[in-house]
């Protein structure tokens, strides 16, 4: 159910794909950004999907590469959803770095910067058949999918 103790290179790759794009963004916020007023059961969710999602990470081995069965395809599938996620933040960077930039979607997924990782991390979690992780994602994915929801509603009755 959970999984199996252990060194995970691949939840270290997933997690240097999702922090480094968010510590170069800590310079380059968009024009506006306020964190301010944010639910507070949405930030509990989020937070601690967090922690939970970065430790399982982390810790079960049965996301690291196993010989190849079609099992594997959710492997990939979670790689590419990552990898979609760092074009989304290379087209923000790239951008005015204005909030419609930032809550824009990518591909037809809306909100991509929220969505993209907590999809590819599922995915990871459904590859090491690992509950925990699925259930951490599901509660980071209600936490920062939802902020992210309130924060471009706000955006859209502003305009």
């Not at 099992?71 to 590419?80: E, K, Q, R, V």
């Not at 590819?120 to 929801?149: D, E, P, R, S, V």
Request: glycine letters at 8%; charged letters at 15%; hydrophobic letters at 50%.
């Amino acid at each position: 159910m959970f999984g199996n103790w252990g060194f995970s290179y691949i939840g270290v790759l997933f997690l240097l794909m999702l922090f480094i794009p968010n510590i170069i963004w800590t310079k380059r916020k968009p024009q506006g950004y306020i964190s301010e007023k944010e639910n507070k059961i949405l930030l509990l969710f989020e937070r601690t999907g967090e922690v939970l999602t970065c430790c399982c990470s982390l810790v079960f081995s049965d996301f690291n590469i196993h010989q190849w069965t079609l099992w594997s395809l959710w492997l990939i599938a979670a790689f590419l959803f990552m990898i979609m996620y760092e074009a989304w933040w290379v087209r923000y960077f790239r951008s005015e770095r204005r909030l419609s930039d930032f809550y824009s979607s990518f591909l037809g997924i809306p909100l991509a910067g929220a969505v993209l990782p907590v999809i590819a991390f599922f995915l990871l979690g459904i590859y090491g058949k690992a509950a925990c992780m699925l259930i951490a994602t599901l509660i980071l994915g209600i936490g920062h999918i939802g902020i992210h929801i309130q924060h471009k509603k706000n955006i859209d009755i502003e305009n």
